[in-house]
C-alpha cells in the first residue's frame, strides 16, 4: 500500500511536482504542468487540485515524449514488477496519488509532491496507484550523448521547492509544444531544453530540503553494467557450445529483452551482436597465439564451419581467416 506522507525519506524513498495548462498548438491540448507565465504555486498544502492528462504526446524526435504518469507501468505485466533495465532516461513527476518504484535490491512509494530521475542503463519497475497522476519524461539516450552539462548519472529523488517545480512545469510544457516544429529546430530546441533541464536536476538549492538530508544521491543499482559483465563472463566460457541468447539471458537472471537493454545501454549494440564480437575477437586470438587449424578454431568459438569462420573475417577486414596468422604458426 503506498504512503503518500512526502516527508518521509530514507535511503530507499523516491521523490517529485505540479501540472497546469500545456498548448502543443491543437484544440484537444491538455493540461499537465503550469504555463511559464504562471507564478510559482508558494505551499505545497495550498496546492489547487491537479488537472488530468488524458493522453500520449510524441515528439517529432523520436523517443522524447511526454506521458501521463497513470499509464507509465513498467517491470512486466503481472500482479508483481519485476526490475527491468530501460536505456532511456526516465524523469517521473508525482502530483497526486502516488506510485510503487522497484529497484533490484529495495521498493519504496512515492507520495504527491515527489520527483524521481532514473539514469539510463538502470534497472527498475513501477506500478502506478489507480489514482495516480503526473507526468513522466523519456529522454533517449542518443540524445543526451553530448549533452553539457551531462544529466544525473545515479539516482536522484527528493521533494523540491515550488520554484523548481514550477521551472521543471515550463520545461515539460514547452518539450510537448515543440513536437510540432520542423525536426531541426525540433532538435534545437530540445538540445536547450535538456541542457536546462540537466542543470536544474543538480541544484540543490532549488528543493525543498537541505541538501545533507534529501536523497539526492542514493546509490544507483545499475543494472545494466552487472548484466553486460556476467553476459560477456559467460558467454567467453560457452562459446562453441550451442547456447542460445535466451539461454544465456536466464542463466544469469534476466529475459532476453533485459539482455538486450543492459548491452544497448552500455555498448550501443545489441546482444547478438555483442556475441558476434566476441566470437571474432576470440578467433582472432587463437589464429595469432596457437597452432590449431581452422576447422577447429571455427569450432571452439561457435561459428557453423570453416566457411562461416572465413565470412565472418571477410565482412569485418576483408581478408579470410588464414591471413591473420602469426608467422611460423601457419
Same mark, same amino acid.
Given at each position: 500500500?503506498?504512503?503518500?506522507?512526502?516527508?518521509?525519506?530514507?535511503?530507499?524513498?523516491?521523490?517529485?511536482p505540479?501540472p497546469g495548462?500545456?498548448?502543443?498548438?491543437?484544440?484537444?491540448?491538455?493540461?499537465?504542468?503550469?504555463?511559464?507565465?504562471?507564478?510559482?504555486?508558494?505551499d505545497?498544502?495550498?496546492?489547487?487540485p491537479?488537472?488530468?492528462?488524458?493522453?500520449l504526446?510524441a515528439?517529432?524526435?523520436?523517443?522524447?515524449?511526454v506521458?501521463p504518469?497513470a499509464?507509465?507501468w513498467?517491470?512486466?505485466?503481472?500482479?508483481?514488477?519485476?526490475?527491468?533495465?530501460r536505456?532511456?532516461h526516465?524523469?517521473?513527476?508525482?502530483?497526486?496519488?502516488?506510485?510503487?518504484?522497484d529497484?533490484?535490491?529495495?521498493g519504496q512509494?512515492?507520495?504527491?509532491? &515527489?520527483?524521481?530521475?532514473?539514469?539510463a542503463?538502470?534497472?527498475?519497475?513501477v506500478?502506478?496507484?489507480a489514482?495516480? &497522476?503526473?507526468?513522466?519524461l !523519456?529522454?533517449?539516450?542518443?540524445?543526451?550523448?553530448?549533452?553539457?552539462?551531462?544529466?544525473?548519472?545515479?539516482l536522484?529523488a527528493?521533494?523540491?521547492?515550488?520554484?523548481?517545480r514550477?521551472?521543471?512545469?515550463?520545461?515539460?510544457s514547452?518539450?510537448?509544444?515543440d513536437?510540432?516544429l520542423?525536426?531541426?529546430s525540433?532538435?534545437?530546441?530540445a538540445?536547450?531544453?535538456?541542457?536546462?533541464l540537466?542543470?536544474?536536476?543538480q541544484?540543490?538549492?532549488?528543493?525543498?530540503?537541505? =541538501?545533507?538530508? !534529501?536523497?539526492?544521491?542514493?546509490?544507483? =543499482?545499475?543494472?545494466?553494467?552487472?548484466?553486460?559483465r556476467?553476459?560477456i563472463?559467460l558467454?567467453?566460457?560457452?562459446?562453441?557450445?550451442?547456447?542460445t541468447l535466451?539461454d544465456?539471458? &536466464?542463466?544469469?537472471?534476466?529475459?532476453?529483452?533485459?539482455?538486450?537493454?543492459a548491452?544497448?545501454? &552500455? !555498448?550501443? =549494440?545489441?546482444?547478438?551482436?555483442?556475441?558476434?564480437?566476441?566470437?571474432?575477437?576470440?578467433?582472432m586470438?587463437?589464429?595469432?597465439?596457437?597452432?590449431?587449424?581452422?576447422?577447429?578454431?571455427?569450432?571452439?568459438?561457435?561459428?557453423?564451419g570453416?566457411?562461416?569462420?572465413?565470412?565472418?573475417?571477410?565482412?569485418?577486414t576483408?581478408?579470410?581467416?588464414?591471413?591473420?596468422?602469426?608467422?611460423?604458426?601457419?
Amino acid at each position: 500500500m503506498l504512503n503518500p506522507d512526502p516527508h518521509l525519506l530514507d535511503e530507499n524513498r523516491l521523490p517529485c511536482p505540479v501540472p497546469g495548462r500545456v498548448d502543443d498548438g491543437s484544440a484537444s491540448a491538455q493540461s499537465v504542468f503550469p504555463a511559464p507565465s504562471l507564478p510559482a504555486i508558494p505551499d505545497r498544502a495550498a496546492q489547487p487540485p491537479a488537472v488530468a492528462y488524458s493522453g500520449l504526446t510524441a515528439h517529432v524526435l523520436d523517443g522524447l515524449r511526454v506521458v501521463p504518469l497513470a499509464s507509465f507501468w513498467w517491470g512486466g505485466t503481472g500482479v508483481t514488477r519485476r526490475p527491468r533495465v530501460r536505456s532511456d532516461h526516465v524523469l517521473m513527476l508525482v502530483d497526486q496519488g502516488g506510485v510503487r518504484i522497484d529497484l533490484p535490491r529495495s521498493g519504496q512509494s512515492c507520495g504527491a509532491g &515527489q520527483l524521481v530521475f532514473v539514469p539510463a542503463g538502470s534497472a527498475f519497475a513501477v506500478q502506478p496507484a489507480a489514482d495516480a &497522476q503526473g507526468a513522466v519524461l !523519456r529522454i533517449p539516450s542518443a540524445l543526451t550523448r553530448d549533452l553539457t552539462p551531462a544529466l544525473p548519472t545515479q539516482l536522484l529523488a527528493g521533494h523540491f521547492s515550488a520554484d523548481l517545480r514550477a521551472e521543471l512545469g515550463a520545461h515539460l510544457s514547452a518539450i510537448q509544444r515543440d513536437g510540432g516544429l520542423p525536426v531541426a529546430s525540433a532538435r534545437q530546441a530540445a538540445d536547450a531544453r535538456l541542457r536546462l533541464l540537466s542543470i536544474l536536476l543538480q541544484r540543490g538549492d532549488l528543493f525543498s530540503q537541505p =541538501q545533507d538530508t !534529501r536523497t539526492s544521491v542514493t546509490p544507483l =543499482q545499475n543494472g545494466s553494467k552487472r548484466i553486460m559483465r556476467d553476459f560477456i563472463d559467460l558467454a567467453g566460457r560457452e562459446l562453441g557450445r550451442g547456447r542460445t541468447l535466451s539461454d544465456l539471458a &536466464q542463466a544469469i537472471g534476466v529475459n532476453r529483452v533485459d539482455l538486450d537493454a543492459a548491452c544497448q545501454a &552500455q !555498448r550501443g =549494440q545489441t546482444a547478438l551482436e555483442m556475441l558476434y564480437d566476441l566470437r571474432f575477437e576470440g578467433a582472432m586470438a587463437l589464429l595469432r597465439g596457437t597452432h590449431d587449424s581452422l576447422g577447429s578454431i571455427a569450432t571452439r568459438m561457435g561459428y557453423t564451419g570453416v566457411a562461416h569462420l572465413n565470412r565472418a573475417f571477410v565482412a569485418a577486414t576483408g581478408r579470410p581467416a588464414e591471413s591473420f596468422r602469426a608467422p611460423g604458426r601457419a
